[in-house]
């Protein structure tokens, strides 16, 4: 079965850091790319960039450098987002979702979504 | 930074036809993409690339795109069509963008 499979709901203190997966299968893992999207309580998607999972190169969007990292694990298909030094304002709704890395444009699968809840 | 503009709301009686907007600066000239999203679950895609449907997406949704203006029709509309629904655009410079969305009432 074709999916993505993202880890639990996380609550975290400020300042704290957080790592969340994406396990991909049902495909070839090195044909899309994967990408990381936010929604904040109430809000709307927002794109944070994306992870070639050839090259493993990352492609940060404005305002998701710093301290956000996304890394890989193509021995377990595995993608991840690492945030640090979280704030309130990161408490938000994680996605992944891929596109297809040769003329991808869309997000044709994305996993359930992890909550990300940053408070004191 | 390219940008998406989605009326916040657009209510339909049961049965008739939805038409959710999308206006950018010569939005024609790019693919758009719209995922549906109900509440608590991941965004679904119901439409790329302009006008094209996804495996398992009902023929009543359907899609245009011209100007500066894309529209996600929903025909028909039911009970189950109501939720959120964000359209999506590839940016040579920004990368992914999306649209503020726009929730679907069926009255």
């Known amino acids: 079965q074709v999916q993505l499979v993202q880890s639990g709901s996380e609550l975290k203190k400020p300042g704290a850091s957080v790592k969340v997966s994406c396990k991909a299968s049902?495909?070839?893992?090195?044909?899309?790319?994967m990408n990381w999207v936010r929604q904040a309580p109430g809000q709307g998607l927002e794109w944070m960039g994306w992870?070639?999972?050839?090259?493993?190169?990352?492609t940060y969007a404005q305002g998701f450098t710093g301290r956000f990292v996304f890394s890989l694990d193509t021995s377990v298909s595995t993608a991840y987002l690492q945030i640090s030094s979280l704030k309130a304002e990161d408490t938000a709704v994680y996605y992944c979702?891929?596109?297809?890395?040769?003329?991808?444009?869309?997000?044709?699968?994305w996993g359930r979504g992890t909550l990300v809840t940053v408070s004191s | 930074s390219y940008e998406l503009t989605q009326p916040l709301s657009v209510s339909v009686a049961l049965g008739q036809t939805a038409r959710i907007t999308c206006g950018g600066n010569?939005?024609?000239?790019?693919?758009v993409h719209w995922y549906q999203q109900k509440p608590g679950q991941a965004p679904v895609l119901v439409i790329y690339?302009?006008?094209n449907r996804p495996s398992g997406i009902p023929e009543r949704f359907s899609g245009s795109n011209s100007g500066n203006t894309a529209t996600l029709t929903i025909s028909r509309a039911q009970a189950g069509d109501e939720a959120d629904y964000y359209c999506?655009?590839?940016?040579?410079?920004?990368?992914?963008?999306f649209g503020g969305g726009t929730k679907l009432t069926v009255l």
């Open positions: 049902g495909y070839t893992f090195t044909s899309y790319a």
């Open positions: 979702a891929r596109v297809d890395i040769r003329d991808g444009d869309y997000f044709d699968l």
């Open positions: 999506q655009v590839w940016d040579s410079s920004t990368g992914g963008v």
């Open positions: 992870i070639n999972t050839n090259t493993g190169n990352p």
């Open positions: 010569n939005i024609g000239s790019k693919n």
């Open positions: 690339r302009d006008s």
